[in-house]
């Protein structure tokens, strides 16, 4: 062991934001309304509130008219303005002001069998023609990560839209900093600015140190999004207003996994059950007291229970889930104790609501009906209510349970399924798919297999798409009807996303013009790049064409958030 190689253990501070924030910048972050309520004497080393501003904070200068942020966009950082002056779009922004070009109707059939005579002979072929100009409304400068898009016209965009203007000292992008949700708003420098950008794990430990700093940034996210959620909630449905109010001011928001849990799960992906679980943070332990429903913002979780000296998957969980409910309504109507049954662990980051115990008891439970009830007590490892079956109430067998919460494969709104025990290698499925994406395949066949079920390297449309976070041009994004797809004319070839992407779904490739030669940067000479993957087929009529296309009933493209559906094509 003597002769083992060593290195520094790795430490919270070793890869900051960008390149950090200087002292100087510090000092004027530390001077703005946010950050004078925060007293430095609640911290202590090594997370002074200073040090954890220069690691978790990037200084950030827009040019007027600089789109900030864009609507839809996934984001999970809050913006603090030190000089100049943004305008918030109140009224939405459709995608061709953004930026994105992706056609979102579905072809017709002439179009369908014009497509298939049409298709190049050489791979990857673009129009260089396309990639001219990024419309009327937006412009591009920089290159990489570093790119940024622009209004062209600042004053024509605002006489289009409503807008709220933010100036020095003001926030926003609190609500997808807490919830990691996709951001609610365009946001545009109206004029130069100077902003701090500050990562979640930076906000994470200043408002779990600092009462004033939490209640400030949570006040904003109950005034502008708690009481909404709630709303849509079945639970919350037949409460008040003052009900509701009064839940949203007691609630608690937390925060548990990595925000960048794929860089973990690559490291340990395909070994033993015992190094995926042991990156899993314990959100709730089974036996420990019972303080509040929790309610799961986004992400998705594991419900496990205690098995001799491990424990074994019951059941997943993912966003608007429930957990510990069953247990609380025992107690209110037998007097069982009011502790969790089962854990729940996070795989991944995960963004919760905790409602305490009492108010649940006191203005949630009486108004629900008996039924319903009777149903949450009798399955309390099931995170959905009652009419939402899950994975342990349609028998999924234990060994398929944990293959697919071990691979994340709960992920996936579309995931690709094929039973090898049907699947010929035929490869119809493979031709189907180039033939519909001009002579370009869009997944490979192989991937995980559990027994006769292979997890086949096909985007699977995240319910968590990591891989949209961090596009600088929100090239790749959910659409409006669920997919998420890839703007062509809009990437720049950073690779940000099929780095980010934990399943290698996303594939980088070198563009050519209809005779096959590649097309070059005009500067560097370099071939240019594209980012590629499966796009669901969304504008193709009948749906995804390699389910389609297998003349075995091989394939499939499964939600995995629909267990009954999964169990009964597993064991057809």
Known sequence: MNDAPAIARPRRWDRPFGDGLTDAEVERLLAQPLFRMVDPAQFRAPLLLADILRNDGRLVCYAAGDVIVREGDYGSSLFVILSGRVRVVTDGTSDAELGRGTRLRRHGLFQALRQLWTNPEQPEVRDPAGYSRRGATLGLRGEAEAARTFLRDVAAFCRRHETVALGDGDCFGEIAAIARQPRTATVFAETPTEAVELRWQGLRDIRQRSTAFRDHVDGLYRARALIQHLRESPLFRHLDETALSEIAQHTIFENHGAAEWYRDFRQVKGREAGAVTAIEEVIAQEGHYLDGLIMLRSGFCRISEQLDAGHRTVSYATENDVFGLGEIVAHVRQGAPLVFRRSLRAVGYVDVLRVPTEMVERLVLPGLPAELLDAVEAAPERPALPELAHASDVGIDQALLDFLVDQRTVNGTATMLIDTDRCTGCDDCVRACAATHRSNPRFKRHGPIHEALQVTNACMHCADPVCLIGCPTGAIHRSPTGPVIIDDATCIGCA???????????????????????????????????????????????????????????????DMHDPRHLAAWVSR
Not at 505 to 518: C, Y
Not at 532 to 538: E, G, I, P, S, Y
């Open 496 to 558: 940000t996303c099929a780095q980010s992407c934990p399943y290698d779904n996303i594939t980088m490739v070198e563009i050519r013009d209809a005779e096959g030669a590649f097309i070059v940067d005009e500067a560097s000479r370099q071939p240019i790049v594209k980012a590629t993957k499966c796009d669901l087929c969304f504008d193709q009529l009948g749906g995804p064409a390699c389910q389609r296309a297998c003349p075995h009933d091989a394939l499939v493209r499964m």
